[in-house]
Each structure stands twice: as structure tokens, then as C-alpha cells.
């Protein structure tokens, strides 16, 4: 079983940013990905970013150039810095985990881009 906590949302500004945090239960070094993934009202879950155990990156088209994931070992945690939010990043924000082939969510935070 992993355990994900996210942290860090709330509401900001068009053009701010804000920081997630995502803090694993387990060693992120057993963990294949993890990521962000986000859930607008109305709308399906997306991909937001995905970072490999390697450190790969990969991002959705809608947030490339704005977000930026990385991730902490020693501290079992990923990170999501969000930089020029616009009002179409407003969602709720879920972190992610695949170990052993298994898919693992946190509760979500919200991310609310609003002036």
C-alpha cells in the first residue's frame, strides 16, 4: 500500500503561482512514476506531468512551459510548481503513484485560479 498527501492548494490570481507537494508513505526508489493529474468540474481526470524513477519528465501540451515536477528521494515527496496559472488550470488536483504495477491516488487538493 502507498499513502499519498498532497498539499499546497488554494486560490491564486491569474498569472501567479502556486506550489504542490505530494509525500509518499512509502520510498519513492520502489516507485515506478509519480505524477499529477487534475479533475476540472464537469470535466474528466487528466495528466497533468509524470516523473519517472529515472527522473523522466513528461507534461501535458496545456501546462508545458508552465508547470514543472520534480521530486525529492530523500524526502519521499513530489513536487508540482505551477507558474502563470490561468483560470482553465482550476481544478482539483490529484497525485499519483504506480509501484508494482499498481495505481495509487491521493485524496486531492484544490487549485482555484480566480481574480
Known amino acids: 500500500q502507498v499513502q499519498l498527501v498532497e498539499s499546497g492548494g488554494g486560490l491564486v490570481q491569474p498569472g501567479g503561482s502556486l506550489g504542490l507537494s505530494c509525500a509518499a508513505s512509502?520510498?519513492?526508489?520502489?516507485?515506478?512514476?509519480m505524477g499529477w493529474y487534475r479533475q476540472a468540474p464537469g470535466k474528466e481526470r487528466e495528466r497533468v506531468a509524470i516523473i519517472s524513477s529515472g527522473g523522466s519528465t513528461n507534461y501535458a501540451a496545456a501546462v508545458k512551459d508552465r508547470f514543472t515536477i520534480s521530486r525529492d528521494n530523500a524526502k519521499n515527496t513530489v513536487y508540482l510548481q505551477m507558474n502563470s496559472l490561468k483560470a482553465e488550470d482550476t481544478a482539483v488536483y490529484y497525485c499519483?503513484?504506480?509501484?508494482?504495477?499498481?495505481?495509487?491516488w491521493g485524496k486531492g487538493t484544490l487549485v482555484t485560479v480566480s481574480s
Open positions: 499519483y503513484a504506480r509501484r508494482y504495477g499498481i495505481d495509487y
Open positions: 512509502v520510498s519513492i526508489f520502489s516507485v515506478n512514476a
